[in-house]
């Protein structure tokens, strides 16, 4: 079950922005939605959600109008199939830029353009009036003295890499040498940075096992399966650093330094079809909150330890239109109707420890809008069958609050899902529940997944495959299960 709307909600999406810096996390804003919210609406959720730098794919006027004066910087796309038009005339470009770029700054605060998206790999026809687009923008740029404050990039696909691993071995595809160099040679003149859709959901997936889930996750993996470049000796403890590190070394390979990479797309599906079981909603709030926690640390790549990289997660809503599997119409946080698809909070999450077990932050608790009948079921099979540890729960003890069913349910709910999910357990409790990365824990009533120690399991537990049970533990469980309802019975009057 998702949350409410999102200003009822009280799970909130706090995308953290710059840091001291300058490295930031933003979001791409797709169009292909049957029902998208209206500009005001998008921009509301932005502010509401502290987001403060957007990737549109398009020159949208209403939603430039609605940006203005939000201090928001905005990534404005010239779409692909503008690009020809653009591509072969200097007056087309002069036109696009006075129309869409001059016409809403400084109001609106346009810091990129991304000329088309992919072009390269999705458009090949397209390859010859690539650069000239990018010449003829810029050159309309610095006519209108737009230039310092503009730059222009166009996004690649990691399909331009033939092969990304090792990274130091990365080259672009060789059939388009003579365009990367021009492009690459454009980014070095004008101080304007390369631009990735980097998306280790999809590495992971064409791999077909080579790599384990854990690397496409950033979670710790195997001692015994470390991944190391054999050539430079750099571990790489995650799919997006050797993604990255692959775009640096292909330069390089072209004779380039000391272009920046920005990440300009990188997220994970939250709903896959019967051959996607990987796309699901625990994942896509793990990748995306240990993501953050990778950009916000402000650290490089192994190969480029000093330069961080800032990225846009894709994307803000789920867009029903996008042909192709199910997956690809599920990338969203958030549903067209404004309900949230899960509820991903990045707190301090930029300065916070690492967790040994790759879960911190990600906790499955009880929806405050459930009714309660379905709730206290819930609760009662967690504590019962469910082998949750609910002591924590128990009046007198931390987590007890006679008064507040939901954070009762909450604290059984994702004990029980901390213990079991390595072993299947899911986070459901008919459809009472949702993952989210908000912490609930409060006071002494530490929840698991929180980065400091929990009072109801250590981590082993918490955290690996379910625990063996013999007749006499579960006896106590049921029996502590039975005190629990009598108590909730009493309270609540049910």
């Known amino acids: 079950m998702v949350p409410g709307k999102w200003e009822r909600s009280i799970f909130l999406l706090v995308l953290l922005f710059a840091n001291a810096s300058g490295v930031y996390v933003g979001i791409n804003i797709g169009n292909m939605v049957s029902n998208l919210p209206s500009a005001a609406d ?57 129309k869409n770029v001059a016409a809403f700054v400084p109001e609106t605060n346009i810091t990129y353009i991304a000329v088309g998206n992919e072009i390269l790999t999705s458009i090949p026809n397209a390859a010859l009036v690539l650069v000239p687009a990018m010449q003829f923008l810029q050159s309309a740029l610095v006519a209108s003295n737009l230039n310092s404050q503009v730059k222009v990039s166009s996004p690649l696909s990691m399909d331009m890499i033939p092969k990304s691993f090792p990274p130091s071995t990365a080259t672009f595809n060789s059939s388009w040498n003579s365009v990367m160099s021009q492009y690459l040679l454009f980014l070095k003149n004008t101080g304007s940075p390369l631009m990735v859709n980097a998306q280790p959901y999809y590495g992971y997936i064409k791999g077909q096992g080579i790599y384990p889930l854990e690397y496409a996750l950033f979670q710790p993996l195997n001692p015994n399966n470390q991944i190391v470049d054999p050539n430079t000796n750099f571990y790489y403890t995650n799919m997006f650093d050797a993604m990255v590190d692959a775009a640096y070394y292909s330069m390089q390979s072209l004779n380039f330094t000391g272009i920046p990479v920005i990440v300009t797309a990188s997220g994970w599906p939250s709903q896959g079809g019967a051959n996607e079981s990987d796309a699901t909603v625990d994942n896509a709030l793990i990748y995306n909150s240990n993501l953050v926690h990778r950009v916000l640390n402000n650290s490089g790549t192994p190969s480029q330890p000093t330069t961080a990289v800032s990225t846009y997660i894709y994307e803000l809503f789920n867009e029903d239109l996008r042909p192709g599997p199910v997956s690809e119409k599920n990338w969203g946080i958030f549903f067209s109707n404004e309900t949230a698809v899960y509820s991903l909070s990045f707190g301090n999450q930029a300065v916070s420890k690492p967790d040994p077990t790759g879960l911190v932050g990600v906790f499955c608790v009880a929806n405050p809008s459930a009714d309660s009948n379905a709730l206290k079921k819930g609760l009662d099979w967690a504590c019962g069958p469910g082998e949750a540890n609910c002591t924590a729960i128990l009046p007198g003890e931390p987590c007890y609050d006679a008064s507040n069913l939901v954070a009762l349910a909450s604290y059984a709910y994702n004990d029980y899902y ?38 109801s399991t250590d981590s082993s537990s918490a955290f690996g495959p379910s625990i063996s049970y013999g007749v006499s533990q579960k006896l106590q469980l049921l029996c502590l299960a039975l005190i629990l309802q009598i108590v909730l019975c009493y309270l609540f009057d049910i």
């Open 418 to 455: 901390h213990r079991m999910k390595a072993s299947g357990g899911t986070c459901s409790f008919g459809n009472t529940a949702m993952i989210s990365s908000t912490n609930p824990s409060h006071g002494s009533c530490i929840f698991a997944g929180s980065s400091g120690p929990s009072n």
């Open 42 to 98: 998008i921009v509301s959720i932005l502010k509401t959600q502290q987001i403060k730098h957007v990737r549109l794919f398009d020159a949208n006027h209403q939603m430039l109008g609605a940006l203005a004066n939000t201090g928001i910087d905005v990534m404005l796309g010239v779409p692909n199939d503008q690009l020809l038009r653009i591509g072969n005339s200097r007056s087309e470009a002069a036109d696009w830029i006075n």
